[in-house]
């Protein structure tokens, strides 16, 4: 219903108030027609909420818990409750070490090869086995370098009276870099302290490093090239 075609002013104003008073009474009664067909009971329906709460819950305590299932058996017998291991931070870093360590197993697989002895006619096989950091004792000077190998503990080299020995760069999470460091460039003498004798460097190692009474004492004279900052990782060959 409209009033705009009323000429005279204050009837249109009458006719406006009118109008309106008629809506505000029709709205009325119509909230109250839908009162009485929807009565309210004070309760609000959460079910969505609770499963979506709940399917949450469910996903985060799946990733930290182990799983559990029933084995099949017969109706007089239990069931045996057989336990399987679940996504937990602990298996996460079981998981860490057991791929850094067959990394390192691969690095030795890969270094263990035969090698020629000097008559040119038979082989021995050959073993680089990586040195335990605790066995290591290294100084870094202003312009050489001191290293200590302590094979007392050390079964590997149990007998052993001569080895060659390399290095390899690590970063900081121990992961190696067999190919960054080249001894040649980096020492310009290694010097074996207990014999006082100079070890040859070749084929990126140093050659016939004589061990005397279970130890080892080498001074290396380090170049221009040399970054004392570098971690090493040890493998001695026997």
Do not use: W
Not at 100 to 114: A, D, G, V, Y
Not at 124 to 152: H, N
């Amino acid at each position: 219903m409209s009033c705009d075609h009323i000429k005279d002013i204050k009837i249109q104003e009458n006719a406006k108030r009118f109008l309106n008073n008629i809506s505000n009474r029709l709205g009325e009664v119509f909230a109250e027609i839908l009162k009485l067909q929807n009565p309210s009971d004070g309760k609000i329906d959460t079910s969505e909420v609770l499963y979506s709460v709940e399917r949450n819950f469910r996903k985060e305590l799946s990733k930290e818990i182990s799983t559990v299932q029933l084995t099949k058996g017969n109706l007089k017998e239990p069931k045996t409750v057989v336990k399987v291991k679940g996504n937990s931070k602990k298996d996460k870093r079981q998981e860490k070490k057991k791929k850094k360590e067959s990394q390192l197993k691969k690095i030795i697989n890969r270094l263990t090869r035969k090698s020629k002895l000097e008559d040119g006619d038979q082989e021995k096989e050959v073993s680089l086995i990586p040195m335990k950091p605790e066995a290591v004792k290294r100084i870094v000077l202003r312009e050489k370098e001191l290293l200590q190998f302590d094979f007392t503990n050390v079964m590997e080299y149990a007998g052993e009276t001569n080895c060659n020995i390399s290095m390899v760069v690590i970063d900081g999470t121990g992961k190696p870099y067999e190919k960054e460091f080249n001894l040649g460039k980096n020492y310009r003498e290694v010097m074996n302290i207990g014999q006082k004798k100079i070890c040859k460097i070749e084929d990126n190692k140093i050659k016939s490093v004589s061990i005397m009474d279970g130890k080892i004492q080498l001074e290396l004279k380090v170049t221009d090239y040399f970054n004392n900052s570098l971690k090493f990782m040890y493998y001695v060959e026997v």
